[in-house]
């Protein structure tokens, strides 16, 4: 389960110009930043919290670190252009023969 945990990062000069007045946008909403130990105690109140990896960071930091692993699936909820491209180029490369993305 990666996140930031925290919401959107600044808008940067790396990303497209419509994926940083999304970013702009939705940086001000508090729900998109619930904190991790209120996700970890959500997990855990519906009986899902077993097995689970929580990997805190904004994927520019964390995606590299998960690259290089075996997945079956990957769902994937990144929000804007910039951060689906580069989650993709992450973990597409790890997906097993008859593995699934959702998007």
């Known amino acids: 389960m990666a996140d930031s945990f925290t919401g959107f990062p600044p808008p940067s000069a790396e990303t497209a110009a419509a994926d940083q007045e999304v970013e702009a946008d ?19 109140r519906f009986g899902v919290a077993a097995g689970v990896e ?26 804007t252009y910039h951060a689906t491209k580069l989650t993709l180029e992450a973990l597409y490369p790890g997906l097993q023969t008859g593995g699934r993305v959702i998007i």
């Open 26 to 44: 939705m940086g001000r909403i508090g729900y998109l930043a619930p904190g991790l130990p209120a996700v970890r105690e959500h997990f855990a």
């Open 54 to 79: 929580f990997v805190p960071g904004f994927f520019e930091d964390t995606m590299p670190g998960l690259s290089g692993r075996t997945w079956s699936l990957v769902r994937l909820d990144a929000d």
